[in-house]
């Protein structure tokens, strides 16, 4: 991977699933392209995502619910987009926010999103009880997506390290990741060396009188992760 001066453009290359050489471009995402890269986060997490599922959350109304947010967190600067340089198609898209902004209280969700906003809420708090967070002291992860054209070339990782690298060079000294899915989990904790810093166990997990996550099995727990930059 190749980095320019101003950190703005950022060389890869990447696999097909099928093995057919790839390249990529990466850079910073810009309202250029917002959109597209707003349509693949949301597609994929509508499909991936356990929780989302849990709550039995359909695309359209998952769009309308974060589509402010988004260009909010897209605002920061911080996120990247991953481009086929051959057909020019968006490919991949990391979402990056300073996690500060986490811990402001926010309005309150519809009553469907918000169990999540709870569950959010509550790794917060016990990560707070461990850690002072500041504006610009870390960064969270808090969406990654790639089109299964380009699954399993190894796009995230680019993506990832893409994003460390910028946030470290503007004064960041931690990341934060949500992780939900054994996946994750095993990747961020295991091959990154990355600490767990709260959890919560989504069969005990209790939003008023209901369990809303408690249909989800693996993994048997939601993890707030930290590493170091």
């Known amino acids: 991977m190749i980095i320019d001066p101003n950190l703005q453009i950022l060389l890869c290359r990447g696999h097909y699933a099928q093995g057919v050489i790839m390249a990529v471009e990466l850079n910073l995402l810009d309202a ?8 693949l986060a949301t597609q994929v997490f509508t499909e991936a995502s356990t ?10 109304e998952y769009r309308e619910h974060l589509r402010h947010p988004f260009e909010m967190m897209v605002s920061e600067g911080l996120s990247i987009a991953a481009t086929d340089n051959h057909s020019c198609d968006l490919v991949g898209c990391l979402i990056v ?22 569950l959010t809420k509550d790794l917060c708090r016990q990560y707070q009880r461990k850690r002072l967070i500041s504006a610009a002291d870390a960064i969270l992860v ?9 699954g399993g070339g190894g796009i995230y990782k680019q993506m990832r390290a893409a994003a460390d690298g910028f ?14 899915s054994p996946v994750t989990q095993h990747v961020v904790l295991e091959r990154l060396g990355h600490r767990k810093m709260a959890e ?9 009188n209901e369990r809303p996550f408690h249909t989800i099995q693996k993994p048997p727990s939601i993890i707030l992760s930290e590493g170091d930059l």
Do not use: C, W
């Not at 929780?51 to 359209?60: D, E, M, S, Y």
């Open 32 to 39: 250029a392209r917002l959109d597209a890269a707003f349509n």
């Open 51 to 60: 929780l989302h599922r849990a709550l039995k959350i359909g695309l359209n």
């Open 97 to 118: 926010t300073d996690f500060s902004n986490q811990l402001v209280e926010k309005a309150n969700p519809s009553q469907k999103f918000a169990p999540l906003s709870a």
């Open 142 to 150: 808090d969406m990654a997506a790639v089109s299964k054209e380009a």
């Open 167 to 180: 946030a470290r060079s503007r004064g960041f000294k931690l990341v934060i990741g949500e992780l939900s």
């Open 200 to 208: 919560i166990n989504f069969a005990e997990f209790q939003y008023g």
